[in-house]
């Protein structure tokens, strides 16, 4: 599967955004979404993933239900709606498709597939 992420740009603090990850190929042999992000220096930080089908979502603790994640199966996309967006969360955000069980989304180093990136950067 090819994932293509976009949505990215550059807003004050407070803000929001909505990042999409757009799907394309072979979209069926993975059953879920993840979204990452990563600074400078720093691992990829887990955020958010769902399951193309029945739309099942799991989120990073740190996120403190400011982001949601969602997807439209008839668009192929998953998106990342971030609210209340403060300067520590700039960073190049990331999605990724993954097959592991809930407990392994976590880890980058479980993702098949990773769409270029898009960054985001929140002003003070």
């Known amino acids: 599967v090819q994932l293509q992420a976009s949505g990215g740009g550059l807003v004050q603090a407070g803000s929001s955004l909505r990042l999409s990850c757009a799907a394309s190929g072979r979209t069926s042999y993975y059953g879920k979404i993840g979204w990452f992000r990563q600074t400078p220096g720093k691992e990829r930080e887990f955020l958010a993933a769902i399951t193309w089908s029945g739309g099942t979502a799991r989120y990073a603790d740190s996120l403190k239900g400011r982001f949601t994640i969602s997807r439209d199966n008839a668009k192929n996309t998953v998106y990342l709606q971030m609210n209340s967006l403060q300067p520590e969360d700039t960073a190049v955000y990331y999605c990724?498709?993954?097959?592991?069980?809930?407990?392994?989304?976590?880890?980058?180093?479980?993702?098949?597939?990773w769409g270029q990136g898009t960054l985001v950067t929140v002003s003070s």
């Open positions: 990724a498709a993954t097959n592991v069980v809930w407990s392994a989304l976590r880890s980058a180093s479980n993702y098949g597939s």
